[in-house]
């Protein structure tokens, strides 16, 4: 990988076998704040498989796996409560088709994803900006507020507190991309 | 049902009586969705249910539901831990014998059983090594303290140690063609015993060691009594594919023919070309041999497939008439049947054949790897 992926916790279940990386990472995911994201570093091979099965089945979001010589490093998301949540919503939004289309006219924009480190490194829209969430507070003024601003997350619903926050802070050219990298079917690009 | 109480442990080896005794068996299966999809233990008494161990940390009831009062349960996995941690917990709720399977199915896809196949004429005897979890097939003739062993998977030792038991010296160890599906055990087992390799020429293509060449015309002999092993050149599943010929009445097929399938002839990426001589080798050349043979192949792909104690073999004539690869009169057809359609190529098919040609050499634990799930070696695997 060219960048590390920033996670805000680390499971070493380096050396230990099936079952216990994945009864460590339940234990310890149960503990994490949603939203954020847990790295397990792990030596057993057969976990990769596993670590995908056990998020399908209970909600979290397997971001992926990063070998590092002997070490396997899973990245999950602990999902929450508030990702399925209706608020009042931020009312300009575009659909990921439209900003596509925007996209190749070559228009000038800036495309801001706010999810993790983590979730960016894996799957993004080219030339995407990352300020994830919790930073995006300190780290506002790296945007321009000249340029039209698209805010991207995973499904939506984090883009659209972002954008609510960017419109407090008096950023008019804003708009909320739906339904987020779900709703992406255009080129990606990742770390790897 | 067994007699024992609490947490047991079940060897392979144990697994195999069931499986060949035809004996009532409940297995849980903990590991993953995929990893059970693509490849599990079989038999014909054999009740098998998936649940993730993932999907039992929270406690068993889903897994107790399912147990059957008056059979067996056995609970499986990848390497055995999960399965002890499961089966621990089935024991504390309640349910008086649960056994859990030694060493997971690594354990299972490694264990050989083996076989008499039948006597020669003059005194010696054929075995056959039932690899029951992968479905690969390897002989020994032994006679007159000497023995041959033909198509050797990569656990050596139980060559040798059969061997040592029978008092034989292993003298001559045959592939009958470069391995997709198995890493080889053959030129290990030549080194170990001093014994010499022999393999097709024109499979050997890229090899970098010595071997001699097994040619047509060119017997060997096991023991002071003559038994004649000879080698007929039966091309299609690979282009140097080399069938035995033991003591005028064992033909060893390698994976050209199965008891109810035939060799594929796409693992070296030639399907097309070796089509035709897929054909003859069946169509023809096999024709003008003896109806009485026994054929001993290199591999089983169904369980339907294991007869009395496990063992794999057909009269030939009994092969002319029920195996379906046998069967298809038309040349079109055949080819259509053999290059279209084909069941998923074995994992890591490529790997194995540089592995096989000494081109890499993976640790044991990557060789494991590599060899994980069912052979596919035959058109109609499925």
């Given at each position: 990988?060219?960048?590390?992926?920033?996670?805000?916790?680390i499971?070493?279940?380096?050396?230990l076998?099936?079952?216990?990386?994945?009864?460590k990472?339940?234990?310890?995911?149960?503990?994490?704040?949603?939203?954020h994201v847990?790295?397990?570093q792990?030596t057993d091979?057969?976990s990769?498989?596993?670590?995908?099965?056990?998020?399908?089945?209970?909600?979290?979001?397997?971001?992926?796996t990063?070998?590092?010589?002997?070490?396997?490093?899973?990245y999950l998301?602990?999902?929450?409560?508030?990702?399925?949540?209706?608020?009042a919503r931020?009312?300009?939004t575009i659909?990921?088709?439209?900003l596509m289309?925007?996209?190749?006219k070559?228009e000038?924009m800036?495309?801001?994803?706010?999810r993790?480190?983590?979730?960016?490194?894996?799957?993004?829209i080219p030339?995407?900006?990352?300020i994830?969430?919790?930073?995006?507070?300190?780290?506002a003024?790296?945007?321009d507020?000249?340029?039209?601003?698209?805010?991207?997350?995973r499904?939506?619903?984090?883009?659209?507190?972002?954008?609510r926050?960017?419109?407090g802070?008096?950023?008019r050219?804003?708009?909320?991309?739906?339904?987020?990298m779900?709703g992406?079917?255009?080129?990606?690009?990742?770390?790897? | 049902?067994?007699?024992?109480k609490?947490?047991?442990?079940?060897?392979?080896?144990?697994?195999?009586?069931?499986?060949?005794?035809?004996?009532e068996?409940?297995?849980?299966?903990v590991?993953?969705e995929s990893?059970?999809?693509?490849w599990?233990?079989?038999?014909?008494?054999?009740?098998?249910?998936?649940?993730?161990?993932?999907?039992?940390?929270?406690?068993?009831?889903a897994?107790?539901?399912?147990l059957?009062?008056?059979?067996?349960?056995?609970?499986?996995?990848?390497?055995?831990?999960?399965?002890?941690?499961v089966?621990?917990?089935l024991?504390?709720?309640?349910r008086?014998?649960?056994?859990?399977?030694?060493?997971?199915m690594k354990?299972?896809?490694?264990?050989?059983?083996?076989?008499?196949?039948?006597?020669?004429?003059?005194?010696?005897?054929?075995?056959?090594?039932?690899?029951?979890?992968?479905?690969?097939?390897?002989?020994?003739?032994?006679?007159?303290?000497?023995a041959?062993?033909?198509?050797?998977?990569?656990?050596?030792d139980?060559f040798?140690d059969f061997?040592?038991?029978?008092?034989?010296?292993?003298?001559h160890?045959l592939?009958?063609h470069?391995?997709a599906?198995h890493?080889?055990?053959?030129?290990?087992?030549?080194?170990?015993t001093?014994?010499?390799y022999?393999?097709?020429?024109?499979?050997?293509g890229?090899?970098?060691?010595?071997?001699?060449?097994?040619e047509?015309?060119?017997?060997?002999?096991?023991?002071?009594?003559?038994?004649r092993?000879?080698?007929?050149?039966?091309?299609?599943?690979?282009?140097?594919?080399t069938?035995?010929?033991?003591?005028?009445?064992?033909?060893?097929?390698?994976?050209i023919?199965?008891?109810?399938s035939?060799?594929?002839?796409?693992l070296a990426?030639?399907?097309?070309?070796?089509?035709?001589?897929?054909?003859?080798?069946?169509?023809?050349?096999?024709?003008e041999l003896?109806?009485?043979?026994?054929?001993?192949?290199?591999?089983?792909?169904?369980?339907?497939e294991?007869?009395e104690?496990?063992k794999?073999?057909a009269?030939l004539?009994?092969?002319y008439r029920?195996?379906?690869g046998?069967?298809i009169?038309?040349?079109?057809?055949?080819?259509?049947?053999?290059?279209e359609?084909?069941?998923?190529?074995?994992?890591?098919?490529?790997?194995?054949?540089?592995t096989?040609?000494g081109?890499l050499?993976?640790?044991?634990?990557?060789?494991?790897?590599?060899e994980?799930g069912?052979?596919?070696?035959?058109?109609?695997?499925?």
């Amino acid at each position: 990988m060219a960048s590390q992926i920033h996670a805000n916790q680390i499971l070493d279940c380096k050396g230990l076998a099936c079952p216990m990386p994945i009864v460590k990472t339940k234990k310890a995911i149960q503990v994490l704040e949603a939203g954020h994201v847990l790295e397990v570093q792990a030596t057993d091979k057969g976990s990769t498989a596993d670590i995908q099965s056990w998020a399908k089945n209970t909600g979290h979001q397997y971001l992926g796996t990063v070998q590092e010589g002997d070490v396997l490093k899973h990245y999950l998301r602990k999902a929450g409560p508030h990702e399925a949540k209706e608020e009042a919503r931020y009312p300009h939004t575009i659909t990921a088709g439209e900003l596509m289309n925007k996209l190749e006219k070559g228009e000038r924009m800036t495309i801001l994803d706010v999810r993790e480190p983590a979730e960016y490194a894996f799957h993004r829209i080219p030339e995407a900006k990352s300020i994830p969430l919790g930073e995006l507070e300190d780290r506002a003024g790296e945007l321009d507020p000249a340029e039209e601003i698209y805010v991207v997350c995973r499904t939506g619903n984090r883009s659209d507190l972002a954008c609510r926050q960017l419109a407090g802070k008096g950023y008019r050219n804003v708009k909320n991309v739906l339904a987020g990298m779900a709703g992406w079917t255009g080129p990606t690009e990742s770390d790897e | 049902m067994s007699t024992k109480k609490g947490l047991q442990a079940m060897t392979a080896k144990q697994l195999t009586q069931y499986v060949l005794n035809k004996q009532e068996l409940f297995i849980l299966d903990v590991r993953n969705e995929s990893d059970f999809q693509d490849w599990k233990v079989e038999g014909e008494s054999i009740r098998i249910v998936n649940i993730p161990y993932f999907d039992l940390l929270d406690g068993v009831d889903a897994a107790m539901e399912q147990l059957p009062a008056d059979q067996d349960v056995l609970v499986v996995c990848a390497k055995e831990g999960s399965s002890k941690f499961v089966a621990e917990q089935l024991v504390e709720a309640g349910r008086e014998t649960v056994s859990y399977l030694e060493g997971g199915m690594k354990a299972w896809s490694e264990h050989l059983e083996p076989v008499e196949v039948g006597r020669m004429k003059d005194g010696g005897v054929i075995y056959q090594f039932v690899r029951i979890g992968k479905g690969c097939l390897s002989y020994m003739i032994v006679s007159g303290g000497e023995a041959v062993v033909v198509d050797a998977v990569r656990m050596v030792d139980v060559f040798e140690d059969f061997a040592r038991d029978k008092g034989v010296r292993i003298k001559h160890v045959l592939d009958t063609h470069l391995h997709a599906d198995h890493i080889s055990g053959g030129r290990k087992l030549a080194e170990r015993t001093g014994a010499v390799y022999w393999l097709p020429e024109k499979d050997a293509g890229e090899v970098v060691y010595a071997y001699q060449k097994l040619e047509e015309g060119h017997d060997l002999t096991v023991g002071k009594t003559t038994i004649r092993i000879q080698p007929l050149h039966s091309p299609g599943h690979t282009s140097g594919s080399t069938s035995i010929l033991v003591d005028d009445r064992y033909l060893l097929t390698g994976d050209i023919l199965f008891i109810e399938s035939i060799g594929r002839p796409d693992l070296a990426g030639m399907a097309e070309d070796w089509v035709g001589d897929l054909r003859h080798t069946l169509y023809a050349r096999y024709k003008e041999l003896s109806e009485e043979l026994i054929v001993l192949p290199a591999h089983f792909g169904k369980i339907t497939e294991l007869g009395e104690r496990g063992k794999v073999a057909a009269r030939l004539g009994d092969l002319y008439r029920f195996n379906p690869g046998l069967n298809i009169q038309d040349e079109a057809e055949f080819r259509t049947t053999v290059t279209e359609h084909l069941p998923q190529q074995p994992n890591a098919y490529q790997e194995i054949r540089q592995t096989n040609m000494g081109l890499l050499t993976p640790d044991e634990e990557e060789q494991r790897e590599m060899e994980i799930g069912p052979n596919r070696c035959a058109v109609h695997d499925k």
